[in-house]
């Protein structure tokens, strides 16, 4: 959050600026070489190392081009292996089907970083993905690290480098934020847009099909280069879902910590066809991600411009002490609209001291609203934006200010973006300005965007921008926990599934596994006669529940394998006999094993805590309000287990359902503790076994603190 | 929806062209006298003049400047009454305190259509609320229609009549979007926005505090204007709910229908502070504010950047027959990230015919993507552009274009776009372009703006635009219905009322004139002895339900006023006694009116049906999930009472609560006819009788058809 474009010395002594990264001879290489260059301008092999030869790249370049003496004017090489010098770098711009042997030749070379632009891999097909499987291949012989294939190239804007290694059109300008991109197309469309808005880059990565380096290791690079104060992330298929939460935890908190904004857009590697995945992503995977995201201080934004317009937040303006926000305005309607879209986005606006208002009263005229948001009225000129800005500034109730303009005819509006620059150069809190309108205030917004204070077209997009800043400070200060794993007796349910076949665990089993794991479990037994449950009803004391227990049946209630509130032998009798009967003449074939018989559970709130081994992200826990509203409301989040207390705590926070369990309504406050307990031991339990495709405690009926939770039915499924 | 900006003739016969409107007068006086004239540029009352004298002006403008013998060299009068020529239009500059004596000269001259600009009205506090009542009273006595006071004045870009009444700094572009504002300083950067991209306006008119005429005469008088195609509004403060909502019904659907795309922002009348107005509106105006221009037609957008998009998506494509988009691109990622966004706003993404895959096949590279979306491939060039645009609207499954560009180095940005306008003119179904970046692509931008082919700078905006078409275009589609009033006992529910003092009736009248107006009241019975409650439960059955009735207890099941599920005489007795017992210990002063007994209403969903008698909206009926979750997930919508059967067929599918009632998860269908008819009739209640302040049916018990619903509880309170 350096607020100039120099370099900052790094804090972290363990990373001396001597020490080599291994991603270092992607950004810093001494030498680079192009392989597949032609004469032809406008083709993606002659722009690029025309690229790499006009951006003022401090190292040299040699173009290999079989059968040319010298492109541009450049003497060139038939293979890369002909150089008659070090290496650190190719750039492959071959067609498809030879670039195996480009690659080969350059680990022979010793060349160990190596920029593949080539399409025609992965995302073409069966023959792609052998060709790309080959490439792997290579790099893991020579120990070379792949950007690529199939991307736009690499951007180190340092002064120190200067190497634009892409097909981009023009460098962009310097800056503190690295851009990560899966997609090669969208990052031309992102350097036009910066450049309209003068937003200067450190790095600016095209990743492709990440078959060599992924994201994952560039958010490593990028944690340790102090080039870099935010990372921004364009994404498209979550390969290691699990790899990249862990690398993000690591950079978005603790020393040296940068935030991520990040565009997950819906495609998976299983979807060709764009839509039907879309849809696919949205009800599964897309809900994990959003939570999964949070829980890595990952702020997931919608589109380019919300990642940008919080991007320039964070890097121009220093970090804000509160969520508190002044606002200042020559119309009464935006400051309106601001207003509104500051508390959506849960900022909060408060009262000046008695001082400020007086000062404001003395600088504004009597038309004027001294309360936040301050109206200045349509006529004001440079005099009371600043008077306005100064006072809100200083005031200690004030974290940060928004300058809202709006070109009236009396608007000095140069004049106005002076004022404001000149504050802000000691202003010690963040400012951001919202100047409306487009031509009029065309000079002014330049003047603000000569000084690093944000802008945004649409007052709107300062809150939400603020907010996202917010966002970043709350994580931050979310405590680092150690998973610290709770005694449990893990050799019983191991026990249990070892023995299991894949498919559901029948509910007995699947009890066992709990109580193994701690959660509160009733006391319950399978009974394998009508005296045998009676017996067991007595021990545990009437009212009791009867439930089927068979491999074949799912849904017990369903097919009348559920007897409730039982209230004497009699009726346990009458109902065992019943259900046995029942169920035997729908299904005479079922193998039935037995009935578990348990105590009622006494009413409470319907939770659902479910886990599984996904695919993407590892071991992952869900939480949230069970029954028939799961489906409904999908009032549910997810993190990635194991889980350490804070995050159970967020996890139980972050759903609607809360203030239901904190007492809604003077309801009694529920057995929180209880829930985040259960949270974190079938966290441990889902990350200690890999064979879980499904586990289901639901619902977990939740009660008031005296009288605790207890798992009323719970499910799970092994996989082979 | 005319495609050019001639004038279309009025289909609608009974609005001859030469009808005159109460408001032409305001918009297309034929004399001008602009009232406090000064000579000094760059002030409000000088600007406005010189505005109207340069901005082509096709009438006679007079100014009114005492003491001076000509402004900018055109010969100025001492009072408005001077003037030796009819006056058909005057704006007023003076300062507020002598504004009446020109408005009432005026009103002696004959002018029937005054803007006042001058500030320091109702907006100032008490004294400039007597003097805006003074107005009103000037403009009652002499048939004035008056825009203001505290306004940026009136823009008619009408080429007959070219009429720039404000101190706007330019006349926009002629264009079919009128635009209509409660903020005048919003409306300097509406202009300044437009103009950037080439946006025009038929109308463009601040109303500021609407003391004369209001949004809702603007929006009657914009119906019948031929040269608006849309209508915009943004406002603050909605004064007659009723009025604007149902002068939205009569524009937005049936002959001649133009959509209205509003803002509103949080600002009441009663909140001065801006902040603590803000949160009061989310909870309560601001949802029934939601769902009541949902049910007008009118479009609720959140920015000024959602309304233009929409607008210019509207008036510049002809309406899509239906929901599917096609989207061509030149980069996968924005490909992705647009079907994202169109399948979350609604739309749908279609597969093609097999002939249109044959087409693209042909026309573009083996790696291109040849389903919806088409990647036609980063270097694709105007050849490949034009030839998947044309062949995916040809074909029969889609609706609508979307052409999403991204500047690659070898993208020819400039033929693309005339390759677009060329097949844009006879297209035939609409098409949108989002040419990402920004500077790379403004040439090509402009020739789009030319052709009046909406553009955006994200392809999410565009999905976003063509979603809010399609609003449009289903609200026109939904059947218009008169409100047939059905058969009620209003006499009986009337002589209830009538008897009852202001607060809540008792449980048994509440029934009653719910019983009156044909909701499912269980059979009841209010006794006044336990044998009598004994006698009662054995006529209709058991089990059975006490519930106390009191004056002063309202929430019964708190002071165990409230027993459920007995089975028998013997448990009636004793329950009806300890109850009884139990309240006259804690609350020893209470009237118990008697115990009211009825049978137990099977189980089913708990609903919510709502209404009351809103100070902004007048009768209004809310519908929802009942129970606890009302809190929690506030799942509840609203509407205008009284309704037609479709108006209660899509509240009950607004809300999410719906597909429970459809029968999720294998369970039964609600009587969903029931509630719709509930509805209807509590609707019709809310209207007959002004003095509802409060009324909840909370829960409805909503069972499956063959058992119908029930009324489990309700209250109503009335008001004075």
């Known amino acids: 959050m350096a607020t100039t474009e120099t370099a900052t010395l790094q804090s972290d002594s363990s990373e001396s600026a001597a020490e080599v990264h291994p991603l270092d001879g992607v950004f810093s290489p001494k030498s680079v070489a192009v392989i597949g260059v032609t004469p032809t301008p406008n083709t993606v092999p002659f722009d690029i190392f025309q690229n790499i030869l006009t951006s003022g790249y401090r190292g040299t370049v040699y173009p290999v081009a079989p059968g040319k003496r010298s492109i541009g004017a450049v003497r060139a090489y038939r293979y890369v292996i002909d150089i008659d010098d070090d290496v650190d770098q190719a750039v492959i711009v071959f067609p498809a089907n030879v670039v195996d042997r480009a690659l080969e030749q350059c680990g022979k070379k010793g060349i160990k970083s190596v920029i593949v632009i080539s399409a025609g891999f992965r995302e073409v097909g069966p023959k792609g993905i052998k060709r790309e499987q080959r490439l792997k291949d290579i790099c893991k012989e020579y120990g070379i690290a792949m950007i690529g294939p199939n991307c736009l190239g690499v951007i180190n804007t340092d002064p120190a480098v200067?190497?634009?290694?892409?097909?981009?059109?023009?460098?962009?300008?310097?800056?503190?934020?690295?851009?990560?991109?899966?997609?090669?197309?969208?990052?031309?469309?992102?350097?036009?847009?910066?450049?309209?808005?003068?937003?200067?880059?450190?790095?600016?990565?095209?990743?492709?099909?990440?078959?060599?380096?992924?994201?994952?290791?560039?958010?490593?690079?990028?944690?340790?280069?102090?080039?870099?104060?935010?990372?921004?992330?364009?994404?498209e298929e979550l390969r290691?879902?699990?790899?990249?939460?862990?690398?993000?935890?690591?950079?978005?908190?603790?020393?040296?910590?940068?935030?991520?904004?990040?565009?997950?857009?819906?495609?998976?590697?299983?979807?060709?066809?764009?839509?039907?995945?879309?849809?696919?992503?949205?009800?599964?995977?897309?809900?994990?991600?959003?939570?999964?995201?949070?829980?890595?201080?990952?702020?997931?934004?919608?589109?380019?411009?919300?990642?940008?317009?919080a991007a320039i937040m964070y890097t121009y303006q220093p970090m804000p002490k509160g969520?508190?926000?002044?606002?200042?305005?020559?119309?009464?309607?935006?400051?309106?609209?601001?207003?509104?879209?500051?508390?959506?986005?849960?900022?909060?606006?408060?009262?000046?001291?008695?001082?400020?208002?007086?000062?404001?009263?003395?600088?504004?005229?009597?038309?004027?609203?001294?309360?936040?948001?301050?109206?200045?009225?349509?006529?004001?000129?440079?005099?009371?934006?600043?008077?306005?800005?100064?006072?809100?500034?200083?005031?200690?109730?004030?974290?940060?200010?928004?300058?809202?303009?709006?070109?009236?005819?009396?608007?000095?509006?140069?004049?106005?973006?002076?004022?404001?620059?000149?504050?802000?150069?000691?202003?010690?809190?963040?400012?951001?300005?919202?100047?409306?309108?487009?031509?009029?205030?065309h000079s002014g917004v330049e003047l603000l965007q000569e000084a690093r204070i944000p802008h945004y077209v649409l007052p709107e997009w300062a809150c939400e921008a603020m907010a996202k800043v917010q966002a970043v400070r709350q994580w931050r200060g979310q405590p680092i926990e150690q998973v610290q794993p709770l005694p449990v007796a893990r050799d019983a349910a191991r026990a249990v599934s070892a023995a299991a076949e894949p498919g559901y665990l029948s509910e007995d089993e699947a009890l066992r596994v709990m109580g193994a794991y701690g959660l509160p479990v009733p006391r319950h037994k399978l009974c394998?006669?009508?005296?045998?449950?009676?017996?067991?009803?007595?021990?545990?004391?009437?009212?009791?529940?009867?439930?089927?227990?068979?491999?074949?049946?799912?849904?017990?209630?369903?097919?009348?394998?559920?007897?409730l509130n039982l209230s004497n032998a009699a009726t346990v009798r009458s109902a065992y006999d019943q259900m046995l009967r029942h169920i035997s003449s729908v299904f005479p074939d079922t193998e039935i094993r037995g009935v578990l018989v348990r105590g009622?559970?006494?009413?409470?709130?319907?939770?659902?805590?479910?886990?599984?081994?996904?695919?993407?992200?590892?071991?992952?826990?869900?939480?949230?309000?069970?029954?028939?509203?799961?489906?409904?409301?999908?009032?549910?989040?997810?993190?990635?287990?194991?889980?350490?207390?804070?995050?159970?705590?967020?996890?139980?926070?972050?759903?609607?359902?809360?203030?239901?369990?904190?007492?809604?309504?003077?309801?009694?406050?529920?057995?929180?503790?209880?829930?985040?307990?259960?949270?974190?031991?079938?966290?441990?339990?889902?990350?200690?076994?890999?064979?879980?495709?499904?586990?289901?405690?639901?619902?977990?009926?939740?009660?008031?603190?005296?009288?605790?939770?207890?798992?009323?039915?719970?499910?799970?499924?092994?996989?082979?």
């Not at 934004?301 to 317009?309: A, D």
């Not at 017996?535 to 009348?560: C, D, N, Q, T």
């Open 162 to 235: 200067s190497l634009n290694a892409s097909f981009a059109r023009k460098m962009p300008k310097v800056g503190r934020i690295a851009f990560l991109s899966q997609s090669g197309a969208l990052c031309t469309a992102v350097l036009d847009f910066a450049r309209a808005r003068g937003i200067g880059f450190s790095k600016f990565v095209s990743f492709g099909n990440k078959a060599g380096v992924t994201e994952i290791e560039l958010f490593d690079y990028l944690h340790h280069d102090d080039q870099t104060d935010v990372i921004l992330l364009y994404l």
């Open 240 to 309: 290691n879902g699990r790899g990249l939460i862990e690398a993000a935890r690591r950079i978005t908190r603790g020393e040296n910590a940068k935030p991520i904004l990040a565009i997950k857009s819906g495609r998976t590697p299983q979807g060709a066809d764009a839509a039907a995945s879309h849809t696919g992503s949205l009800s599964g995977e897309d809900a994990i991600c959003g939570a999964v995201f949070e829980e890595a201080g990952v702020i997931r934004v919608g589109s380019m411009e919300e990642m940008f317009n």
């Open 323 to 441: 969520d508190r926000i002044a606002i200042v305005t020559n119309a009464g309607g935006p400051g309106v609209m601001a207003t509104d879209a500051a508390v959506r986005m849960g900022l909060s606006i408060p009262r000046f001291d008695q001082s400020t208002t007086d000062i404001l009263q003395d600088s504004l005229p009597d038309t004027a609203n001294l309360k936040n948001p301050v109206d200045v009225i349509g006529d004001a000129r440079a005099d009371r934006y600043t008077a306005a800005l100064k006072a809100v500034l200083d005031d200690p109730n004030v974290d940060q200010a928004l300058v809202i303009l709006t070109p009236q005819s009396m608007t000095d509006i140069d004049s106005i973006a002076r004022g404001i620059c000149q504050i802000h150069e000691k202003a010690g809190k963040p400012i951001a300005c919202s100047f409306m309108g487009a031509t009029d205030v």
């Open 528 to 563: 394998f006669t009508v005296e045998e449950a009676v017996e067991f009803a007595g021990e545990i004391g009437y009212p009791v529940v009867l439930r089927i227990v068979s491999p074949l049946i799912v849904h017990k209630s369903e097919v009348k394998g559920v007897a």
């Open 600 to 720: 009622m559970i006494p009413a409470g709130h319907e939770l659902i805590i479910g886990a599984k081994c996904d695919p993407v992200f590892g071991p992952t826990l869900m939480f949230g309000l069970g029954g028939i509203y799961v489906e409904l409301f999908k009032d549910v989040t997810f993190a990635l287990a194991p889980i350490d207390r804070a995050t159970a705590a967020r996890m139980a926070r972050r759903v609607k359902a809360y203030r239901l369990l904190e007492g809604m309504r003077g309801g009694a406050r529920a057995d929180i503790e209880g829930i985040q307990e259960s949270l974190i031991r079938v966290g441990q339990h889902v990350s200690d076994f890999d064979r879980i495709a499904e586990l289901d405690v639901n619902p977990l009926i939740v009660g008031p603190a005296e009288t605790g939770n207890a798992v009323a039915d719970v499910r799970i499924r092994l996989s082979e």
